[in-house]
């Protein structure tokens, strides 16, 4: 499963050591748009998001850290862009 949809992965570059405040990401409310993201839980009405203990029976802490390393929409579209984001344009052709 990877978030990124198309040739633009957000990549987080600091997400083995990123401070505190990262570290409360996804949950907060500006982060419940991404209908993508993997803690969003859309079995249950409203929709919410999961806690990381709760995502951690879906998958493993390995798993989770490559998830949002490869997509890191909620850095980007956030409160504010994170200076440690890196912006990659894949290749999306038959000669990539």
Known sequence: MSC??????????????RPETCRKYPWNFANQIFA?????DDTVK???LRTKEE???LNTE???QKYCVECGRCCFFGPAQCSMLRIVEMPTGPES
């Open 4 to 17: 990124s949809k198309g040739k633009t992965q957000y990549l987080c570059s600091i997400y083995t050591e």
């Open 36 to 40: 993508e993201c993997q803690f969003v």
């Open 46 to 48: 409203p929709v919410r």
């Open 55 to 57: 995502q951690l029976t």
């Open 62 to 64: 390995e798993e989770i």
